[in-house]
């Protein structure tokens, strides 16, 4: 049981590219999340979803754009990167409304240079 | 808007000693859970403990116990026989509603052997 699965790691952009964070779960969870980690920080909420086919935005979704066309999968999508999105990345899962437990991710660190 | 405070950003202690780690937050709801997450260097997020706000009783798990003052929205993380493999960054968290989860900036504990 591999839990929540991002890729990639570590990944440096330049200004104005694009790319994908993948996240993965196995635990057949309805609810997925992004959150993103800077220096000193507490998690922010980017984007969520409760079930596959529906998202929404959550504290800072500027930047970024996501889908769920699977349970399984939740990816992060930044278009123009820009250094104000250097951070750590987290996807975080959960069952159900009710469930308080969240499982999450290694994370992913990105720079943008 | 619910916020989480914790006002220390930095604690040390000795191994096997005790480390209180403090956490304020702010909600105008009656029912509503907190946790406290440990986040070590390997950046992935893991549950250390959660309290009901209906529960009287404070939560424990093993060396970690939390003191839940509901009327002064206060809930402060206890680490007693503080182990090498505690060292980490501690989150408490609030879950603010069916999906997301309100995190405070963090503390980072140190143990010292």
């Known amino acids: 049981n591999a839990g929540v699965t991002q890729t990639p790691k570590f990944r440096i952009l330049k200004i104005g590219q694009s790319m994908t964070l993948q996240c993965t779960q196995d635990?057949?969870?309805?609810?997925m999340y992004w959150y993103r980690q800077d220096p000193g920080m507490g998690l922010k909420l980017i984007y969520y979803?409760?079930?596959?086919?529906?998202?929404d935005k959550g504290e800072v979704p500027n930047g970024y754009n996501v889908s769920r066309s699977t349970t399984e999968d939740f990816p992060l999508r930044l278009e123009l990167a820009a250094p104000s999105q250097t951070s750590v990345y987290f996807c975080?899962?959960?069952?159900?409304?009710?469930?308080?437990?969240?499982?999450f991710g290694a994370g992913s660190r990105l720079t943008v240079l | 808007a619910q916020t989480v405070t914790q006002s220390q950003p930095e604690m040390s202690v000795q191994e096997a000693e005790t480390v209180t780690l403090s956490c304020t937050y702010d909600?105008?709801?009656?029912?509503?859970?907190l946790f406290w997450y440990k986040q070590p260097p390997s950046r992935q997020m893991i549950l250390v403990i959660r309290q009901e706000a209906y529960k009287q009783q404070n939560a424990t798990e093993n060396r970690f116990s939390v003191n839940f003052q509901k009327a002064a929205k206060s809930f402060s993380l206890k680490i007693s026989d503080s182990q090498l493999g505690d060292a980490a960054m501690y989150f408490c968290?609030?879950?603010?509603?069916?999906?997301?989860?309100?995190f405070g900036a963090g503390t980072t504990v140190t143990v010292r052997a």
């Open positions: 909600t105008s709801e009656s029912d509503y859970y």
């Open positions: 635990m057949n969870h309805n609810y």
């Open positions: 968290a609030y879950r603010r509603d069916d999906y997301k989860l309100s």
């Open positions: 975080a899962s959960k069952r159900h409304a009710g469930a308080n437990v969240l499982t």
């Open positions: 979803s409760v079930g596959a086919g529906i998202t």
